[in-house]
Antibody
C-alpha cells in the first residue's frame, strides 16, 4: 500500500526540541521531492519545509534556522528536526509527497502527528 | 496572515454551482500557472483537486474546475452535492521556492 506514516509528535515545552519522522512505503521514495506541511488547531495549511531528490532544502522564514528537514533514501524515511519551539509551532504536522511533475503539488499525505508546545 | 486571500465561507444548494476565489499577487498567481486546490474534510487529510490552474488528478469529478484571471484564481464546483461540503484551500508558488496556501474556505451545502 502506498502510504506515509508520521511519528514523533507530542508535548514539548517552549524552547524545546522535537524530531518528527515519516516512513514511506509502496513507492520509490528516492524519486520524489518531499514536504512537511502543518496545520494549527482550527487553522489553515502552512508550508514548513521541502527536500528535493538531490537533497536540496527549502524553508519559509517562519522556521528557517530552527527546523531541519532530512531524508534517508535507503530507509524510505523523512525527518524534521525542530528546535527553539514556540507556542506558534503547535500544529498537526503532515508529511507529503510531491506530484511527479513541475509544480509543488502534493498528491499523497500522511495522517499527521500532533505537536503541542506548552509549559 | 495568508499570502493568498480566500473568502472564509461560501454556501450553495444541491445542484447549484459555487465559485471560491483565491487572490494573490503579480509575484505568484499573476505570473505563474502554479495554482492548485485542496479539499479537506474535518479531521481528514487534504486531497489534491486541481493543479496547474485547471488540471484535475485522476479520480476527481469533472464537476470541479479551475480558472485564473490576473492575480485571482477560482475553483468552481457545479452540480453541488452534499459530499462537497468541506474546507477548500488554494495554493500557489513561484520560482523562489516558496509555497503559499490560502486561509481556507468552508463550503456549506
Amino acid at each position: 500500500e502506498v502510504q506515509l506514516v508520521e511519528s514523533g509528535g507530542g508535548l514539548v515545552q517552549p524552547g524545546g526540541s522535537l524530531r518528527l519522522s515519516c516512513a514511506a512505503s509502496g513507492f520509490t521514495f528516492s524519486n520524489y521531492d518531499m514536504f512537511w506541511v502543518r496545520q494549527g488547531p482550527g487553522k489553515g495549511l502552512e508550508w514548513v519545509s521541502t527536500i528535493g531528490t538531490s537533497g536540496s532544502t527549502f524553508y519559509p522564514d517562519t522556521v528557517k534556522g530552527r527546523f531541519t528537514i532530512a531524508r534517508e533514501n535507503a530507509k524510505s524515511s523523512l525527518s524534521l528536526q525542530m528546535n527553539s519551539l514556540t507556542a506558534g509551532d503547535t500544529a498537526v504536522y503532515y508529511c507529503a509527497r510531491k506530484l511527479l511533475r513541475r509544480g509543488w503539488y502534493l498528491d499523497l499525505w500522511g495522517r499527521g502527528t500532533l505537536v503541542t508546545v506548552s509549559s | 496572515q495568508s499570502a493568498l486571500t480566500q473568502p472564509p465561507s461560501v454556501s450553495g444548494s444541491p445542484g447549484q454551482s459555487v465559485t471560491i476565489s483565491c487572490t494573490g499577487s503579480s509575484n505568484d498567481i499573476g505570473s505563474y500557472n502554479y495554482v492548485c486546490w485542496y479539499q479537506q474534510y474535518p479531521g481528514k487529510v487534504p486531497k489534491l483537486m486541481i493543479y496547474d490552474v485547471t488540471q484535475r488528478p485522476s479520480g476527481v469529478p469533472d464537476r470541479f474546475s479551475g480558472s485564473k484571471s490576473g492575480v485571482t484564481a477560482s475553483l468552481t464546483i457545479s452540480g453541488l452535492q452534499a459530499e462537497d461540503e468541506a474546507d477548500y484551500y488554494c495554493c500557489a508558488h513561484s520560482n523562489d521556492y516558496s509555497l503559499m496556501f490560502g486561509g481556507g474556505t468552508k463550503l456549506t451545502v
